[in-house]
């Protein structure tokens, strides 16, 4: 299942963030990460620069500031 991470460089939580959906990979093998700096687009920086990282699985916000795992296995756990 492909996870999309908003995230800037240098940023400490989105470095957690993305630390901890590396960790689910085990629990969901299918699970994909990819990560999208939101500096390289004007709109994703006004959209979500307030709010990284932003965690979104097939088009849905699932987590956002500060990475909640509940949410994001809830999510997963969907076929």
């Known amino acids: 299942m492909k996870t999309t991470v908003y995230s800037r460089p240098d940023c400490h939580?989105?470095?957690?963030?993305?630390?901890?959906?590396?960790g689910l990979t085990k629990e969901?093998?299918?699970?994909?990460?990819v990560e999208i700096d939101i500096d390289s687009d004007d709109d994703l920086l006004r959209r979500y620069l307030e709010?990284?990282?932003?965690?979104m699985i097939d088009g849905e916000i699932v987590s956002e500031l500060v990475f909640d795992p509940e949410p994001v296995r809830d999510r997963l756990r969907i076929p």
Do not use: D, N, W, Y
């Open 13 to 22: 939580l989105c470095e957690e963030a993305i630390e901890s959906l590396a």
């Open 28 to 33: 969901f093998p299918g699970l994909e990460i």
């Open 51 to 55: 709010r990284i990282p932003v965690i």
